[in-house]
C-alpha cells in the first residue's frame, strides 16, 4: 500500500502544472490583388474609353454650340466646320497624346478617334429619333449640350494623368481655353433659347 500512495502524489504533482495555451493561429496573407493600372489620385485608368470620351463629348459639344451659331447668327459653315475640326484635334492632342507614350504612332492613338466618331453617329441617329418621336423642339439640342458635357467630364475622370505635370503657361492656357468654352456656351444657351 505504501507503494501506491507514494504513487499518488506525483501524478497530482504533474497536473497541477499549468499546460501551456497552443500557439494562435495565424491567418493566411491574402491572394495578391490583380493589377489594376491607377493613376496617382487612385482612380482606374482607362486607355480607350477614356480619351474616346473625351474625344465625344468634346465633338458633340462642338457640334451643338457651332451649329447653334451657323443656324442662329448665319455663321458660314465652313468656319464652323473648321471650329469642330480644331476641337476635335485639341481634344485628341490632350486626351492621348498628352497622356500615352506616342513615340511610335499606333492604332490604339487613332482608335479613341474611331470610337469617339461612332459615339458621335449613334448620339445623332438617337437625336433624330427623339426629333421623330416627339416632333423636335429646342430640348434635343440642351439635352445633346448635357450628354456633351457629361461624356467630357468622364472621360477626363478614366484618361489618367498626363505624362508631364502642367508648366505655368500650360496652366494658364488650359484656364484660358476653360473659360473660352463656358463664354462660347453661354452664348450658344443664350442664342438657343431665342430660336
Not at 502544472?17 to 489594376?36: F, K, S, Y
Request: no cysteine.
Amino acid at each position: 500500500m505504501s507503494e501506491s500512495n507514494t504513487a499518488m502524489p506525483e501524478v497530482q504533482a504533474t497536473m497541477d502544472v499549468a499546460i501551456p495555451p497552443p500557439p494562435p493561429i495565424e491567418p493566411a496573407p491574402p491572394p495578391p490583388a490583380p493589377p489594376v493600372a491607377l493613376d496617382f489620385q487612385g482612380r482606374r485608368v482607362r486607355p480607350l474609353l477614356g480619351p474616346s470620351l473625351w474625344i465625344f463629348g468634346m465633338l458633340l459639344w462642338a457640334h451643338v454650340v457651332f451649329g447653334t451659331f451657323v443656324i442662329g447668327k448665319n455663321m458660314p459653315e465652313s468656319y464652323a466646320l473648321l471650329a469642330v475640326l480644331v476641337v476635335v484635334l485639341t481634344a485628341w492632342a490632350l486626351s492621348v497624346r498628352e497622356r500615352q507614350d506616342t513615340a511610335r504612332f499606333v492604332f490604339r492613338h487613332v482608335a479613341p478617334v474611331l470610337v469617339a466618331l461612332a459615339f458621335w453617329a449613334a448620339a445623332m441617329f438617337f437625336a433624330l429619333l427623339i426629333a421623330a418621336v416627339l416632333g423636335g423642339g429646342p430640348g434635343i439640342g440642351y439635352l445633346l449640350g448635357l450628354l456633351a458635357i457629361i461624356a467630357l467630364f468622364v472621360g477626363r475622370r478614366f484618361a489618367g494623368p498626363p505624362r508631364k505635370p502642367a508648366t505655368l503657361p500650360r496652366k494658364v492656357l488650359y484656364g484660358f481655353l476653360w473659360l473660352l468654352g463656358a463664354m462660347t456656351t453661354f452664348v450658344a444657351v443664350v442664342m438657343h433659347a431665342d430660336m
